[in-house]
Antibody, heavy 115, light 107 residues
Framework: QVQLVQSGSELKKPGASVKVACKASGYIFATYTMNWVRQAPGQGLEWMGW????????TYAQAFTGRFVFSLDTSVSTAYLHISSLQAEDTATYYC????????WGQGTLVTVSS | DIQMTQSPSSLSASVGDRVTITCQAS??????VNWYQQKPGKAPKLLINDVSNLQTGVSSRFSGSGSGTDFTFTISSLQPEDIATYYC?????????FGQGTKLEIK
């Protein structure tokens, strides 16, 4: 069965960076794009962008250009979200989700930014 | 960007009630609307794609309709396990955008 398993919660200081992993299994990794979605505490869902798992080409929503980078390691069917220069406002749960329809989701990774 | 205006933001209903949530797109998005359910502390779950296509294993009491700019999500007979927040999302244009969510509670 399709599974997306994300790395564990992170506590970071302002200015630090973090890398969130999303390991896929149960399907051919390169056949579906991988999306990233942010959810701030108590807030709604915000689409950050996606990465073409066949070409590695990322697409970012306007609010997520610059400090946010999507990458892949296709040898281990894993997508990554890297966030640099962390700010308190980056505190959120980050989800990976498969394909155009977001038909399967990871369990979420809580990133807390606090001094 | 396409804005998805979802209403109501919260809703209290009784078990067995028919519940309706609406979503209005700022531009014509044809039939490219999906609906998700998010239970507290859990990841969202895709219920319906392309307006009305129910995902495998999802209860038939959930349904969707609409086209163009106006869309509706319906629960035909509310059950206690339906307590969640529901989101619409358009997948017609980039960036994909979500509605603000509807928090559903039992009266």
């Amino acid at each position: 069965q399709v599974q997306l398993v994300q790395s564990g919660s992170e506590l970071k200081k302002p200015g630090a960076s973090v890398k969130v992993a999303c390991k896929a299994s149960g399907y051919i990794f390169a056949t579906y794009t991988m999306n990233w979605v942010r959810q701030a505490p108590g807030q709604g869902l915000e689409w950050m962008g996606w990465i073409n798992t066949n070409t590695g080409n990322p697409t970012y929503a306007q609010a997520f250009t610059g400090r946010f980078v999507f990458s892949l390691d296709t040898s281990v069917s894993t997508a990554y979200l890297h966030i640099s220069s962390l700010q308190a406002e980056d505190t959120a749960t980050y989800y990976c989700a498969r394909a155009v329809y977001l038909d399967h989701w990871g369990q979420g990774t809580l990133v807390t930014v606090s001094s | 960007d396409i804005q998805m205006t979802q209403s109501p933001s919260s809703l209290s209903a009784s078990v067995g009630d028919r519940v309706t949530i609406t979503c209005q797109a700022s531009h014509d998005i044809s039939d490219y609307v999906n609906w998700y359910q998010q239970k507290p502390g859990k990841a969202p779950k895709l219920l319906i794609n392309d307006v009305s296509n129910l995902q495998t294993g999802v209860s038939s009491r959930f349904s969707g309709s609409g086209s163009g700019t106006d869309f509706t999500f319906t629960i035909s007979s509310l059950q206690p396990e339906d307590i969640a927040t529901y989101y619409c999302q358009q997948c017609h244009n980039l960036p994909r955008t979500f509605g603000q969510g509807t928090k559903l509670e039992i009266k």
